[in-house]
């Protein structure tokens, strides 16, 4: 609930000595507007005729109930114009889409807390066009008969992967908790120590497997196992193996992980699968870009893992999902079970999804898919941008420079792993503190995330789309021409 608050101007302090204090408050609170006569004022009638009056009357007493308790913690009550007003602005708020568009200038590719992968052109229409209207999300169109919303997916997935099967869940975190209560419930799941790891937002492999009615046996340690460790700890309970990226650290030095095809080969003889969470989604080579190897969905299915799990939403660049690619028989055990209604696709999500992996299919991801987009722009390229902002802002009397800077992955990919770029950096002295400055340019019309390096903010554009630069520049212009 939105509460009214005293303005600096309405906290006249009341002095609070004794009686006359408490005789204050109560004319006080006698002398406020009732509900009635505050919705039947002029300012509020075409709030009334717009909403109706159920919804201006309960703000109102909302607005009221706050003035009431601040008048009660020693505030003067505010004017009648100003409660009407409050009035208005908890309606203004109420009808701002929400979460709002902000532009990421951090440089880090997948935000998590910014929403991960802006999505394509052609997965944003394909969401519109499904959710304006109904579709063919569980109707088979050829025999009239129901469908499956799997199938929508089914062979752009096996096409982009190999696998024989797939299935899209709502996250990558619900994929494998369908995937290991499916599979092995009741049942042991054998894990090397190095990666019992803990993804980020508390969602930890050990918990999961609990949850999904699971044992978790750790073979191996930190650095080290070997598939000897698999070997010596499997037994007639043993219902997977899994495997888990570390997606958000790096062991280096004296280390060994165990090859996929080792443990696909020792699962084999006793009907084990594979399970293999891969994390981020990359599709396509990382190392191409400079980057460190990533691992694929594609070389996990041919090495002969059972199942793959990965997000839609990191490196694939779609809408959040969770994707599992496998054997048929495995991925048709996830479907089958009850879980897998709680934790189902929506159809917007379905029809982005689908739209992004053609771009894959297509050959096109590079210069369609956004994540991808701004992954493969050379420092150059970055470097011209942030040029081209630092002249249209010294045009219009705003310094700025333009510095080398480092981009992150980010997302639960490639850990410490960073791209060569370029950034606009805005000198601390002369325009306030570095925080003072990340601050304002939140505050603007379109909010602007930026961040502090070596005491001075830097806009990397990078991860700025392309349509955005006005709003840049703006916003640049706007915190530093106060
Ligand atoms: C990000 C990540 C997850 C969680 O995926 P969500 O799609 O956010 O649910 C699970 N495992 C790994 C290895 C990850 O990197």
């Known amino acids: 609930m939105v509460e009214y608050q005293p303005t600096a101007g309405v906290a006249t302090s009341v002095v609070a000595i004794g009686s006359w204090h408490s005789m204050t408050i109560s004319t006080e609170l006698r002398n406020l507007p009732s509900v009635e006569r505050v919705v039947n004022g002029e300012m509020l009638s075409a709030a009334v005729d717009a909403h109706g009056r159920e919804v201006v009357v309960e703000l109102t007493r909302e607005v009221l109930g706050g003035i009431r308790k601040s008048v009660l913690a020693g505030n003067a009550a505010p004017p009648g114009l100003q409660i009407a007003e409050a009035v208005l602005d908890l309606i203004a708020g109420l009808s701002e889409p929400s979460p709002r568009p902000v532009i990421n200038a951090t440089g880090v590719v997948i935000h998590t807390n910014l929403g991960r992968a802006p999505l394509s052109d052609a997965a944003l229409a394909a969401a519109d066009a499904v959710g304006r209207g109904y579709s063919d999300l569980e109707i088979d169109l050829g025999t009239g008969r129901r469908g499956s919303r799997q199938a929508h997916l089914q062979s752009l997935l096996r096409r982009l992967t190999g696998a024989e099967a797939a299935l899209a869940v709502n996250n990558n975190a619900s994929a494998l908790l369908l995937g290991l209560s499916a599979l092995a419930a009741g049942r042991e799941v054998i894990v090397s120590r190095g990666e019992a790891v803990e993804i980020g937002g508390g ?61 696909v080969a020792l699962g084999e003889t006793s009907g084990v699968p594979v399970l293999h969470d891969v994390g981020s989604g990359a599709l396509l080579p990382t190392e191409r870009y400079g980057l460190a190897h990533e691992p694929t969905p594609q070389e996990s299915i041919a090495a002969g893992v059972g199942l793959v799990f990965f997000s839609g939403d990191k490196l694939l660049g779609g809408p959040q999902a969770g994707i599992v690619v496998g054997k048929r028989d495995l991925v048709a055990q996830l479907e089958r079970h009850p879980l897998a209604r709680a934790v189902r696709i929506d159809k917007i999500s379905l029809a982005s999804l689908t739209a992004t992996l053609a771009h ?118 706007a915190v530093l021409a106060r």
């Open 203 to 263: 969602f930890r492999i050990p918990d999961v497997l609990r949850q999904s009615g699971c044992t978790l046996v750790d073979v191996g340690t930190t650095n080290r196992t070997y598939v000897r460790d698999y070997a010596d700890a499997m037994n007639d309970q043993t219902g997977a193996f899994l495997k888990a990226h570390a997606s958000n650290f790096r062991v280096e030095g004296f280390t060994a992980f165990v090859d996929e095809r080792d443990l």
């Open 360 to 477: 894959y299919v297509m050959g096109e991801a590079e210069t369609r898919v956004p994540v991808w987009r701004m992954i493969s722009a050379t420092a150059e390229d970055v470097r011209a941008r942030a040029d081209k902002w630092r002249v249209t802002l010294a045009n219009h009397q705003v310094e700025a420079g333009v510095e080398p800077a480092r981009s992150a992955i980010g997302g639960g990919s490639l850990p410490g792993e960073t791209l060569p770029s370029w950034a606009l950096a805005i000198n601390p002295s002369a325009n306030g503190t570095p925080e003072a400055i990340l601050s304002a340019l939140r505050g603007q019309p379109t909010p602007v995330v930026a961040r502090i390096e070596e005491d001075t903010v830097r806009l990397d554009p990078r991860t700025v789309l392309p349509e955005q630069d006005d709003d840049v520049i703006n916003a640049v212009a």
